[in-house]
């Protein structure tokens, strides 16, 4: 599952690869300041990653951060 946010205060909506490139294009036309973030699951499969990689590069996106799962992230129950 992929998720887009555009802003530290707006929503996550559920997109697909095929539409992830138009949507990066879009909040990068709003705003060419903006700032990405990319958050994956440790699960994820790595072909994803590498695709969305590739859309990133296609889209001239080539700085953004890499979110990690922090301790304080974990919910309650979650192991170590």
Do not use: W
């Amino acid at each position: 599952q992929i998720f887009f946010k555009v802003g530290g205060s707006g929503v996550e909506q559920s997109t697909s690869l095929a539409d992830l490139e138009q949507n990066v294009i879009n909040a990068r036309i709003r705003n060419p300041k903006l700032r990405l973030a990319i958050k994956a699951d440790k699960a994820a499969d790595y072909g994803v990653i590498n695709d969305l990689m590739d859309i990133l590069q296609r889209t001239g996106n080539t700085r953004f951060n890499m979110v990690t799962l922090l301790e304080e992230d974990k919910k309650p129950g979650e192991g170590h």
